[in-house]
């Protein structure tokens, strides 16, 4: 019996795309019913097509089929517009496997711009998420938001106005970034309590932090690692920290290039970081109340070497720092550790630019008082990580 319904199951999968159909969905009015009944009805293999023009939405809209391509006809092209919308939550919220989206728009969404969950192998192509009023606390909090997935393409996309992160990828595994723009939101790109991910070939400016590697306690998934940040433009992140209080990045220093905390094995190398104003690269432990005896708040086994640095550190936003900057000159580096965890902890540098320990061992201690010394820089670089390998499938679908 198992061999015919492995056989059953293999013909079905063969025959599956000699059904498979295209949806056209057009512009205009009635757009809502119109769009939410051709991702209702969709069935495996089929691609729901949006024509080009304005798609006036009043609520969010939600995929749940598996294997569906949604397709637009250019992310300025084709726009789902949330300026309407009566609810507060996600435009657009995918719950099933294999989804490719891509070519259209989404404008301001009361909530999420797209949102994936526990989607598997999902793509993201050529979109766009923004919202137009600019940064404000009340956008929503992520533009691009696949969280609980294996296999995750984040390509070409654009992303402007979120009040968290533009480009976010939370308890996730095996994960390529690329060819992305992320400006003026609080986080440019963030990859959160995730393993095996590439960020690499994207813009981060205008945010106020441009790249942040995060591990946070009190979630299914932690112990995030195994992070290359790699071949990125991370300059001028200066974006005032607009993300509602009691919010995690609401923490974030005006002025960050890439953040690292409490993570491991990480590689950030080959980029180009320059003005930002607190520091191009830090790397710190998490300084927070937590209760998770699971939870290691500690950074380790993370490698910085080959970027390239322009200014940076003229005006440090965390406290403490403007003291620090000011005796050692009126600057601050461009490559800071806060010490958590002791020597054993500390990141392994070889950028020709000043890095800087603050000394703090403790993760408790207060900031401000730090005793910074310098770091000497290293090439006893750790074996590298392997690059990020997708399904081919995945792949093809973005050629």
């Given at each position: 019996?198992?061999?015919?319904?492995i056989?059953?199951?293999?013909?079905?999968?063969?025959?599956?795309?000699?059904?498979?159909?295209?949806?056209?969905?057009?512009?205009?009015?009635g757009?809502?019913?119109?769009?939410?009944?051709?991702?209702?009805?969709?069935?495996?293999?089929d691609?729901?097509?949006?024509?080009?023009?304005?798609?006036?939405?009043?609520?969010?809209?939600?995929l749940?089929?598996?294997?569906?391509?949604?397709k637009?006809q250019g992310?300025?092209?084709?726009?789902?517009?949330?300026?309407?919308?009566?609810?507060?939550?996600?435009?657009?919220?995918?719950t099933?496997?294999?989804?490719?989206l891509?070519?259209?728009?989404?404008?301001?969404?009361?909530?999420?711009?797209?949102?994936?969950?526990?989607a598997?192998?999902i793509?993201?192509?050529?979109?766009?998420?923004?919202?137009?009023?600019?940064?404000?606390?009340?956008?929503?909090?992520?533009?691009?938001?696949?969280?609980?997935?294996?296999?995750?393409?984040?390509?070409?996309?654009?992303v402007?106005g979120?009040s968290?992160?533009?480009?976010?990828?939370?308890?996730?595994?095996?994960?390529?970034?690329?060819?992305?723009?992320?400006?003026?939101?609080?986080?440019?790109?963030?990859?959160?309590n995730?393993?095996?991910?590439?960020?690499?070939?994207?813009?981060?400016?205008?945010?106020?932090?441009?790249?942040?590697?995060?591990?946070?306690?009190?979630?299914?998934?932690?112990?995030?690692?195994?992070?290359?940040?790699f071949?990125?433009?991370?300059?001028?992140?200066?974006?005032?920290?607009?993300?509602?209080?009691?919010?995690i990045?609401?923490?974030?220093?005006?002025?960050?290039?890439?953040?690292?905390?409490?993570?491991?094995?990480?590689?950030?190398?080959?980029?180009?970081?320059?003005?930002?104003g607190?520091?191009?690269?830090?790397v710190?432990?998490?300084?927070?109340?937590y209760?998770?005896?699971?939870?290691?708040?500690?950074?380790?086994?993370?490698?910085?070497w080959?970027?390239?640095?322009?200014?940076?550190?003229?005006?440090?936003?965390?406290?403490?720092?403007?003291?620090?900057?000011?005796?050692?000159?009126?600057?601050?580096?461009?490559?800071?550790?806060?010490?958590?965890?002791?020597?054993?902890?500390?990141?392994?540098?070889?950028?020709?630019?000043?890095?800087?320990?603050?000394?703090?061992t403790?993760?408790?201690?207060?900031?401000?008082?730090?005793?910074?010394?310098?770091?000497?820089?290293?090439?006893?670089?750790?074996?590298?990580?392997?690059?990020?390998?997708?399904?081919?499938a995945?792949?093809?679908?973005?050629?």
């Open positions: 019996m198992r061999k015919i319904a056989a059953s199951a293999a013909i079905c999968a063969l025959i599956q795309p000699a059904f498979a159909k295209t949806i056209t969905v057009a512009a205009g009015e757009a809502q019913e119109r769009l939410q009944e051709a991702l209702i009805t969709a069935q495996p293999g691609t729901v097509e949006l024509g080009a023009g304005r798609f006036p939405l009043t609520d969010g809209l939600s749940d089929v598996n294997g569906v391509t949604v637009g992310a300025k092209e084709t726009v789902l517009d949330f300026s309407n919308q009566k609810g507060a939550g996600e435009g657009l919220l995918v099933s496997d294999d989804v490719i891509r070519d259209f728009g989404v404008e301001n969404s009361k909530g999420d711009g797209i949102k994936s969950k526990g598997d192998r793509v993201y192509h050529k979109l766009r998420v923004e919202w137009t009023g600019g940064p404000k606390a009340t956008n929503g909090a992520y533009g691009i938001y696949p969280v609980e997935s294996k296999d995750v393409l984040i390509d070409r996309v654009v402007r979120a968290d992160a533009g480009i976010y990828v939370g308890q996730s595994r095996n994960i390529v970034v690329r060819e992305s723009i992320a400006t003026e939101n609080v986080a440019g790109i963030e990859i959160e995730s393993f095996d991910a590439d960020v690499h070939d994207n813009i981060a400016t205008r945010n106020t932090g441009g790249v942040l590697i995060f591990d946070l306690p009190n979630l299914p998934q932690m112990g995030g690692h195994n992070v290359r940040v071949d990125n433009i991370i300059v001028d992140n200066m974006t005032p920290n607009f993300a509602p209080k009691g919010n990045v609401a923490n974030v220093p005006t002025g960050t290039g890439v953040m690292v905390m409490a993570n491991r094995n990480v590689e950030i190398f080959d980029n180009l970081l320059e003005s930002n607190t520091t191009n690269i830090m710190v432990g998490y300084r927070f109340p209760q998770d005896p699971k939870y290691d708040p500690l950074p380790r086994d993370v490698v910085i080959d970027n390239q640095h322009g200014k940076a550190g003229w005006d440090p936003q965390f406290r403490g720092g403007k003291e620090i900057a000011a005796a050692m000159g009126g600057s601050f580096p461009a490559i800071f550790w806060d010490g958590a965890g002791g020597p054993e902890r500390a990141p392994v540098i070889s950028d020709s630019v000043p890095a800087l320990s603050l000394g703090l403790d993760i408790s201690a207060d900031p401000a008082t730090a005793k910074p010394v310098p770091l000497a820089p290293s090439d006893k670089r750790p074996a590298a990580l392997p690059a990020i390998v997708l399904p081919a995945m792949e093809a679908a973005v050629r």
